[in-house]
T-cell receptor
Framework: DGGITQSPKYLFRKEGQNVTLSCEQN?????MYWYRQDPGQGLRLIYY???????QKGDIAEGYSVSREKKESFPLTVTSAQKNPTAFYLC????????????FGPGTRLTVL | RKEVEQDPGPFNVPEGATVAFNCTYS??????FFWYRQDCRKEPKLLMS?????NEDGRFTAQLNRASQYISLLIRDSKLSDSATYLC???????????WGLGTSLAVNP
């Protein structure tokens, strides 16, 4: 089945620890995105990548880092510099180019204790 | 002014009702528009793209009014399973970023 997978579904970390969230897609999509969603708030873009080995900061990139070494994978690291890391993290992908429809993975719910 | 603005609701309607949501966008350069639905604690799922000519998919109809910069979604014959948050989305002009509304909450009651 084609799709986007994120793991783990739930993640608990202690304050001060870095944590890496996984995102993999087998849709052959060029573009990938990371969003954060807080209760009662809209999706906010953290980072996005239009092509392998290239990525851009979104609206709230501080305290996060990404890599795009393979087309299928776009992991997100939440560093200890991120002041309020507890949130629902969503990864998405799209064909890129003029095709803007984004398709989402099931998300990772991160709780920092 | 928010870039994409929606009435948060909640809209409470009985089964079988027709309900309409509107959404306004501020960037006149936006070219692509979408409606997504998001169930509680789940990821957003694409409901439909919105074309200039309008489009219909079963009980769902989307319309775009570029002059007034608003998008609408009409749901006919509401089902209990339509209960969700509906997100209005526009692309940010010429780049590939999408701008997300905060969503409109719909509850369909038996």
């Amino acid at each position: 089945d084609g799709g986007i997978t994120q793991s783990p579904k739930y993640l608990f970390r202690k304050e001060g620890q870095n944590v890496t969230l996984s995102c993999e897609q087998n849709l052959n999509h060029d573009a990938m995105y990371w969003y954060r969603q807080d209760p009662g708030q809209g999706l906010r873009l953290i980072y996005y990548s239009q092509i392998v080995n290239d990525f851009q900061k979104g609206d709230i990139a501080e305290g996060y880092s990404v890599s795009r070494e393979k087309k299928e994978s776009f992991p997100l690291t939440v560093t200890s510099a991120q002041k309020n890391p507890t949130a629902f993290y969503l990864c998405a992908s799209s064909l890129g180019g003029s095709y803007n429809e984004q398709f989402f993975g099931p998300g990772t719910r991160l709780t920092v204790l | 002014r928010k870039e994409v603005e929606q009435d948060p609701g909640p809209f409470n309607v009985p089964e079988g009702a027709t309900v309409a949501f509107n959404c306004t966008y501020s960037n006149s350069a936006s070219q692509s528009f979408f409606w997504y639905r998001q169930d509680c604690r789940k990821e957003p799922k694409l409901l439909m793209s919105v074309y200039s000519s309008g489009n219909e998919d079963g009980r769902f109809t989307a319309q775009l009014n570029r002059a007034s910069q608003y998008i609408s979604l009409l749901i006919r014959d509401s089902k209990l399973s339509d209960s969700a948050t509906y997100l209005c989305v526009a692309n940010a002009g010429n780049n590939r970023k999408l701008i997300w509304g905060l969503g409109t909450s719909l509850a369909v009651n038996p």
